[in-house]
């Protein structure tokens, strides 16, 4: 492969991306991405490897303009600038850039997000806020830390609500899915803050106490496998932790332990089964590493390089993730993936799906992205027409039987 009419191409939609970007970096960037889906990975050798082996460049001239590349200053505690003051060029600008094209080509229903963090050996700590899709993770602002040092991680994530924000209109619905523990009721108002809406997973062992009853543990609310409960009231035990909401509790009868996700909306609104996106969002670190683009192996250990190397790794795993949406939904439609030029307007024939109403696949969108990006591009060739489609939100099957909590029985006199 030499420089030709793919890696112009490449270029055009990265200057679309990312409009911010100085041609040298889009031109930068467009050459990782390329080999990181020629190599299945983001790391510096195995990345110079495979654009030295299909005759980009020299191994060594790879090598200097890798590490001119990381050595650029991410400025990660950078907040969205102001209404007309001038565009800033940082990692969490561009993840801000990858939210609106997400938005501009996604058809309808509301937005999912997660916050969560990831070790990477004892190096670095990557913070990241991905958006869920389809059994997949789309990462669209990170924030790197050192790893094994004091430092609190709540103003990083306020941030990067923040960015999410100045990337989406006021009328987009926003789900964001995170976990009990990361400085739960901080968290909880911040996504409120933003008018976003918050999905908080609460461990089974924790305490709940319903509108007009006293305080029980989660186990106690659904007495089996099989059973469920919904309603309001006030989780957790201690004062400074509290937090009012809907508590949706459901049990699946193959699992040790209910799933139970607390939200603001009521108990018509809200489902246990949204927990299941939790699994998206754990899919989205495994493709990070040792099922996508191998970055458990990454040796930078500078949170400003590791986060100009995210950009990398979230440039090539949305492009692909769309090729893979792309194969899916042609093999949804019966034709070839070469003929599907547009999102469907139908979904098609329905992926087998779980008790908790996700889509269950043998092969990853990731996957298969990886697989026919490669043959595309030993081809000479390239995909222009990509979308995302997302899949509606998992709803509890009938497996479960809920009983639905309605205080104001129980605040009636006899």
């Not at 058809?107 to 997949?136: I, K, N, Q, W």
């Not at 670190?285 to 099922?291: A, G, H």
Request: with cysteine.
């Amino acid at each position: 492969m030499s420089r030709t009419s793919t890696e112009r191409l490449l270029q055009q939609q990265i200057q679309t991306l990312f409009p911010r970007l100085s041609r040298h970096r889009r031109r930068a960037l467009a050459r990782w991405v390329v080999g990181a889906r020629l190599a299945g990975s983001a790391n510096r050798p195995a990345l110079v490897h495979a654009l030295a082996t299909a005759g980009i460049a020299r191994a060594a001239t790879l090598a200097d303009a890798w590490d001119a590349w990381i050595a650029a200053p991410a400025h990660q505690t950078t907040d969205p600038p102001a209404a007309g003051a001038p565009p800033v060029v940082r990692p969490l600008a561009c993840g801000a850039d990858l939210l609106r094209w997400i938005r501009a080509h996604a058809t309808g229903g509301p937005l999912v997000l997660g916050l969560d963090a990831s070790h990477r050996r004892d190096d670095v700590v990557l913070l990241r806020m991905s958006v869920l899709y389809r059994g997949a993770a789309l990462p669209v602002a990170w924030v790197i830390v050192p790893a094994n040092r004091p430092g609190a991680w709540e103003p990083h994530g306020e941030r990067m609500l923040r960015w999410a924000r100045s990337a989406l209109p006021l009328d987009q619905e926003v789900l964001v899915l995170a976990d009990q523990g990361l400085g739960s009721p901080r968290r909880w108002h911040a996504i409120r803050s933003q008018q976003f809406h918050p999905i908080m997973r609460v461990r089974p062992t924790s305490t709940f106490a319903p509108t007009g009853q006293v305080r029980r543990s989660v186990l106690r609310l659904a007495p089996g496998p099989g059973h469920g409960w919904v309603g309001v009231g006030v989780a957790f035990t201690h004062a400074p932790k509290r937090m009012a909401g809907t508590l949706a509790v459901a049990w699946g009868a193959d699992h040790a332990e209910p799933w139970a996700p607390l939200v603001e909306r009521s108990a018509a609104q809200g489902d246990a089964a949204w927990s299941a996106l939790r699994s998206w969002d754990e899919a989205g670190f495994r493709q990070r590493k040792s099922m996508g683009w191998d970055g458990q192996r990454g040796q930078v250990t500078d949170p400003d390089a590791v986060a100009w190397q995210e950009l990398v790794v979230a440039t090539v795993t949305l492009g692909t993730v769309a090729v893979g949406t792309r194969i899916e939904d042609a093999e949804q439609q019966g034709v070839p993936p070469g003929r599907v030029k547009r999102a469907p307007p139908t979904t098609g024939a329905p992926p087998r799906r779980r008790w908790s109403g996700t889509a269950q696949r043998v092969i990853s969108l990731l996957r298969r992205g990886m697989q026919h990006l490669r043959w595309l591009l030993a081809q000479g060739r390239w995909w222009v027409r990509l979308w995302l489609r997302p899949e509606p939100l998992p709803k509890r099957g009938d497996s479960v039987t809920m009983h639905i909590y309605d205080p104001s029985q129980c605040l009636k006199s006899p």
